[in-house]
């Protein structure tokens, strides 16, 4: 069973900034196999979709658009969500995902699209 881990969660100000790893076990990261990608679940709310990436293609959610960037690296079997500028409401927990590129029916921003999930990470922004 492929394993996701998550680390680089913490505490920060509003306007600072944190960068999240994912750590893969069990995937084959080599040739981009596999889809990439980071959602959120802030206290009370329902999940949230932050960004992905395909090969060279990326998506990102509204709200992160231009402060986050996600980004990999397959020799090490591991991607990135690099947060700038965090917000109060950046304030969730956060959770790498990956997907089987050669599957179809991909859609970025729907979580059951990825199939295989970390625990999460904190992630806490002080005004």
């Known amino acids: 069973q492929p394993q996701l881990v998550e680390s680089g969660g913490g505490m920060v100000q509003a306007g600072g900034s944190l960068s999240l790893s994912c750590a893969t076990r069990g995937l084959d990261f080599t040739r981009n196999k596999y889809i990439v990608g980071w959602f959120r679940q802030a206290p009370g709310k329902g999940r949230e979709f932050v960004a992905s990436m395909r090969e060279s293609r990326t998506w990102y959610g509204d709200s992160v658009e231009g402060r986050f960037a996600i980004s990999r690296d397959n020799d090490k079997n591991t991607f990135y969500l690099q947060m700038t500028n965090l917000k109060p409401e950046d304030t969730a927990v956060y959770f790498c995902?990956?997907?089987?590129?050669?599957?179809?029916?991909?859609?970025?921003?729907?979580?059951?699209?990825?199939?295989?999930w970390g625990r999460g990470a904190r992630v806490t922004v002080s005004a």
């Open positions: 995902t990956t997907r089987n590129a050669l599957r179809n029916g991909f859609e970025p921003r729907v979580g059951g699209s990825y199939d295989y």
